[in-house]
């Protein structure tokens, strides 16, 4: 005669919980509450959104490494994408082309809570960055400012968010001619440092091609190739430019040679 084991009910389970080998004890199955994680993430693809960059690191709490690569249809078998993580950027440097691949940064889990209006709540996003409903506006222009969920391109909640600096100085080269004081031309940037020829090389596309402004009063007015430093601001008409901060007083040609 065949006898059925019984089956036990989900909630019961009738089994300890499985060893955990690093701590020699049982694992936990919930933690409750919500955790503030640190980990590390590595810059894995080319900074192309303002709000977000995909990385790849561990994520403490599934504890899985997540891995990033370009999918080659050209192989036998095709090798698979592996996507990485979305990784919001700090609000003040929410512009695209500030990070370079392989530069390796902290990134937190941030707690945010809901602001207060009228004596109630009028938000609360969780682990979830957030950002201000002006897209690549940078900070909320003020305490007011509706916040909602960051989300990368494919709809997904971001969770982690880059613990950084602040907005550095990059290295950019003129498109065009300097036309002025306050007048906005463009540039090439940022510039990537090549410790071959210790000098700096600049992609010149459409992809890498910035507003640019100049307010300092006086200054001189080189033709295009001129290199300098700069920084990201928002604006309203461009979404971002770039400020000058310093610049050469003469062309050194064309930029990309």
Request: net charge negative; aromatic share 10%; glycine share 10%.
């Amino acid at each position: 005669m065949t006898v059925r084991k019984r089956r036990n009910f989900t909630h019961g389970f009738r089994l300890p919980p499985p060893f955990d080998p690093t701590t020699g004890e049982q694992e936990q199955l919930h933690y409750a509450g919500i955790h503030p994680h640190c980990a590390m993430m590595q810059i894995a693809a080319e900074d192309t959104h303002c709000d977000y960059v995909i990385c790849r690191g561990y994520d403490p709490r599934d504890k899985r490494y997540y891995d990033y690569a370009v999918e080659d249809l050209d192989a036998d078998p095709p090798v698979e994408a592996r996507h990485g993580i979305a990784v919001a950027k700090p609000y003040g440097c929410r512009f695209a082309g500030l990070y370079q691949i392989g530069e390796v940064y902290p990134a937190v889990l941030p707690l945010s809570g809901g602001g207060e209006r009228d004596g109630k709540i009028v938000r609360y996003i969780g682990q979830n960055p957030g950002r201000a409903e002006e897209e690549c506006q940078g900070h909320p222009e003020d305490l007011e400012e509706e916040i909602v969920h960051l989300e990368d391109e494919n709809g997904v909640n971001i969770s982690w968010m880059l613990l950084d600096r602040g907005p550095p100085l990059f290295k950019f080269c003129t498109k065009d001619n300097h036309p002025g004081f306050g007048i906005v031309f463009e540039a090439y940037a940022p510039g990537v440092w090549n410790p071959a020829t210790h000098d700096y090389d600049f992609t010149c596309d459409a992809d890498h091609t910035y507003k640019i402004i100049d307010r300092d009063y006086g200054p001189p007015q080189p033709d295009a190739g001129s290199q300098g430093y700069g920084r990201w601001e928002a604006s309203d008409a461009h979404d971002q430019i770039i400020i000058v901060v310093t610049m050469d007083c003469e062309s050194r040609g064309a930029c990309c040679a």
